[in-house]
């Protein structure tokens, strides 16, 4: 009797769709070509000649702006006191020294002016897009406890006209420190006097 071909059932693990492995893995990977350590060597040695040839280059350009720098300066310095400095550390410590100082203030102050813009815009996007819980009676806010009213806040308009949130207790806009409205201090908890016997 002749054997047919054995006939492949269902996998266990019931992944159908998964071939029968031909050959391993590995084998299909080509084999990775190797160099040889002169080759190596070779290769080290131009990397090493490449890197001191970038170095030169970028030597001899910082020189090249140096020195251009140093006759703008003096340039710079003949044309505003109207005589020419030899001194080029004197020249950094004249007009140029002070117009830069100028510059940098300017930049300082603008850079101030930024953030606090940004941060009182900040303030305002917050304010908008946050949601509360208003309390509407009053006995709620009397009942609290010191450190549940450091959580309340109330709004006010600011001397800018912005609407701002302040604690609880704090006093409105324009009125003077010591004119806070009668009972604006916290409830004092009352406690209970030991009766003498």
Not at 143 to 166: C, D, F, P, Y
Request: glycine content about 6%.
């Amino acid at each position: 009797s002749s054997v047919g071909p054995v006939l492949r059932g269902r996998p266990v693990s019931g992944r159908t769709w998964k071939g029968v492995q031909a050959t391993r893995a590995s084998a299909t990977n080509p084999s990775v070509t190797t160099t040889t350590w002169a080759a190596k060597a070779d290769a080290r040695k131009q990397r090493e000649v490449v890197k001191a040839q970038e170095a030169a280059l970028l030597e001899q350009r910082k020189c090249s702006s140096l020195s251009r720098r140093v006759v703008q300066r003096k340039d710079s310095a003949q044309t505003l006191r109207g005589f020419h400095m030899s001194d080029p550390v004197n020249e950094l410590n004249g007009g140029a020294r002070a117009a830069e100082m100028r510059r940098r203030r300017l930049r300082l102050a603008d850079a101030k002016r930024r953030r606090e813009e940004k941060r009182a815009r900040k303030q305002r996007n917050e304010l908008k897009s946050a949601s509360y819980q208003v309390i509407t009676n009053e006995r709620t806010v009397k009942s609290m406890s010191k450190k549940q009213l450091r959580a309340v806040k109330r709004t006010r308009m600011s001397a800018e006209g912005e609407i701002e949130l302040v604690d609880a207790y704090a006093p409105t806009a324009g009125a003077s420190p010591g004119s806070q409205r009668r009972g604006a201090a916290p409830p004092a908890k009352r406690r209970k006097k030991a009766a003498k016997r």
